[in-house]
């Protein structure tokens, strides 16, 4: 082999494996942007108690058993979405749900007669439910 067909065989394989060695090192070459752009809004609230809570008794004539009728006022609480109302007579418990913010009553059938009656209302968003309004100890007169 002459030695220009060996020199020229050289300078081909060198600019193969500089090509080759560049092209590899751009492969691995890579730009990222960042975006500062973005904002996120946080907040907190609390989900109050509706007050005032009544009961009051209807014993109709021939009915032994009669209904509850539990009033309050509703929770200043705009986003709560409705109330869990329970009713406890004598040892058994009922838990009545409402649909809506701006509910402000609920009635019960009672199943004992002469019970003692056991409520309790809370307001309710989603998963979350206020502290709890109590009424103990009432006499079912019925």
């Excluded at 009544?54 to 032994?64: E, M, N, R, V, Y």
């Excluded at 009669?66 to 109302?85: D, M």
Aim: glycine share 8%; net charge positive; hydrophobic share 35%.
């Amino acid at each position: 082999m002459s030695t220009a067909r060996l020199t020229s065989r050289l300078v081909v394989g060198a600019c193969a494996g500089v090509a080759m060695v560049v092209l590899a090192a751009t492969g691995a070459f890579g730009a990222f942007r960042a975006s500062t752009n973005a904002s996120t809004s946080v907040g907190s609230g609390s989900l109050s108690a509706p007050t005032q809570l009544t009961t009051q008794f209807q014993c109709a004539s021939g009915q032994t058993k009669g209904t509850l009728t539990a009033s309050w006022t509703p929770t200043p609480s705009l986003f709560a979405t409705g109330y869990t109302v329970v009713y406890t007579e004598s040892g058994s418990t009922t838990t009545h749900t409402t649909p809506s913010r701006t509910t402000t009553s609920d009635a019960y059938t009672l199943t004992k007669k002469n019970s003692t009656i056991t409520v309790t209302v809370k307001a309710t968003f989603s998963a979350w439910s206020s502290a709890a309004l109590t009424v103990s100890n009432v006499a079912n007169p019925c």
